[in-house]
Nanobody, 121 residues
Framework: QVQLVESGGGLVQAEGSLRLSCAASGSIFSIKDMGWYRQAPGKQRELVAE???????SYAGSVKGRFTISRDNAKNTVYLQMNSLKPEDAAVYYC???????????????WGQGTQVTVSS
């Protein structure tokens, strides 16, 4: 059983910063890609940032230059440093990871429970 547990959300003023963390635990042989998605009320879930096991990153255009994704492979943890936050960044942020539980198992995509980010103007 694999679990992804997020932390670090909260309320911040515009132009402020937050750092989200997501730790994977349970039966894990390897983790491939990890990422962050977000979903605002009435909108579809969208990709914010992704990072491969080798450290290559990609970002949504709306956050490029303001958000930084990183990971600690030894801790099975992915981070999202969010700077210069805007009211339009407010959403529930979900962690995502592609995980292989055993050497012979196929990879599966797992989701965290989500953490709320609120940005006041």
């Amino acid at each position: 059983q694999v679990q992804l547990v997020e932390s670090g959300g909260g309320l911040v003023q515009a132009e402020g910063s937050l750092r989200l963390s997501c730790a994977a635990s349970g039966s894990i042989f390897s983790i491939k890609d990890m990422g962050w998605y977000r979903q605002a009320p009435g909108k579809q879930r969208e990709l914010v940032a992704e990072i491969t096991s080798g450290g290559s990153t990609s970002y949504a255009g709306s956050v490029k230059g303001r958000f930084t994704i990183s990971r600690d492979n030894a801790k099975n943890t992915v981070y999202l440093q969010m700077n210069s936050l805007k009211p339009e960044d407010a959403a529930v942020y979900y962690c995502n990871a592609v995980i292989r539980e055993t050497v012979l198992a196929p990879t599966q995509r797992y989701w965290g429970q989500g953490t709320q980010v609120t940005v006041s103007s």
